[in-house]
């Protein structure tokens, strides 16, 4: 018999791209499946764009919003599948993305298979799919955390894996405190949970840029306490498997590019995150930016730069930043 596979599909004022994700997994090559949609308390026509595709396959699940994470969890718990996939509602996945991640895995239910990915802002048929040095099987996942965050930008979706059911059982599946940045937790416990991780070339994964009230572009205090709190169990995961050197500066790096976001605006966040920095031996991570940056850095510090991007934002320098913002989402096409 085939396996099932449960597509999971957490919502919140979806209307406008919820039947493309629908359709993107109607329409896979791998038909036993089942489709689990939940609206998490949306309070524009997404109810009413999910009812207009009838589908067998889809079964449909409205709560109070509760966020995303809480949102995904309750999802799987009314799943079936042998296999979960997880899909974001603005997202879309090519047609043979299913089977192929099935066929890596080769009927293994201790490892979780991946994928490639890319961004689109237009057309989800073409997106602008990266390059990494992590499209490749692991025997070790903890190799491809360590090669991810080192080597590529460290996307950690949880969209990126199927995930046997037992993996994600003995992972926990996600953390409901947790909102922004709530991947990096989810997706190092699964990976650690999981006995490798096997690479899916044919299945492309094409991620939304550009979505006004994204997560990913939330910057306010419950977003930041999420972004520390998720930073810090990812982190302990790792330590607790391997407790070296080359963890505990990742760690300590993961910290510090948090640590420009938090300053100055989030001063018990910045003490926090400066004293597990500390812990752990210190960071050398630089602040990345432009010329300007680049420029005053060496003279006032990356404190004193934090400090005068915040004078300029209360002055309307947000505009020119959203501008800017468009422009690179414009070139991704």
Not at 31 to 40: A, F, G, M, P
Not at 125 to 141: M, Q
Not at 282 to 304: A, C, D, N, T, Y
Request: aromatic residues 10%; proline residues 4%.
């Amino acid at each position: 018999m085939l396996p099932l596979v449960s597509t999971i599909i957490p919502v919140f004022n979806g209307e406008a791209f919820i039947q493309s994700a629908l359709t993107s997994v109607l329409d896979q090559t791998y038909l036993n499946s089942e489709i689990i949609v939940i609206d998490d308390g949306s309070t524009d026509d997404t109810a009413q764009r999910i009812k207009e595709i009838h589908n067998p396959r889809i079964r449909y699940f409205c709560q109070s919003n509760q966020g995303q994470s809480a949102a995904i969890n309750f999802g799987v718990a009314q799943s079936q599948g042998d296999f979960i996939k997880l899909l974001d509602a603005d997202d879309w996945i090519n047609p043979n993305h299913i089977a192929s991640q099935l066929n890596a895995l080769d009927g293994r239910t201790d490892a979780v298979a991946s994928c490639r990915w890319g961004y689109f802002v237009n057309d989800f048929r073409r997106p602008l799919v990266r390059s990494e040095v992590t499209h490749a099987s692991y025997d070790n996942p903890l190799e491809w955390i360590v090669d991810s965050l080192t080597k590529d930008e460290g996307m950690m979706g949880g969209w990126m894996w199927l995930i046997p059911r037992r993996v994600w059982h003995k992972a926990g599946g996600y953390d409901p405190s947790l909102s922004l940045n709530n991947d990096f937790h989810f997706s190092i416990a699964t990976l650690l949970a999981s006995s490798a991780v096997c690479f899916a070339d044919d299945a492309v994964y094409s991620y939304r840029k550009g979505v006004a009230g994204a997560l990913s572009g939330s910057y306010g205090c419950k977003a930041m306490e999420s972004a520390f709190l998720t930073t810090d169990l990812g982190t302990r995961l790792l330590l607790e498997r391997e407790n070296s050197e080359r963890i505990r500066e990742i760690a300590a790096d993961r910290f510090q590019s948090w640590l420009f976001q938090f300053y100055p605006k989030f001063p018990d966040l910045v003490s926090a995150a400066q004293a597990r920095i500390e812990e752990l031996g210190g960071s050398s991570l630089p602040m990345r930016g432009g010329r300007l940056l680049k420029l005053l850095q060496p003279i006032v510090g990356w404190k004193g730069v934090r400090q005068l991007q915040s004078l300029a934002r209360r002055c309307g320098w947000d505009r020119v930043l959203a501008a800017k913002a468009r422009k690179r989402v414009r070139s991704i096409g």
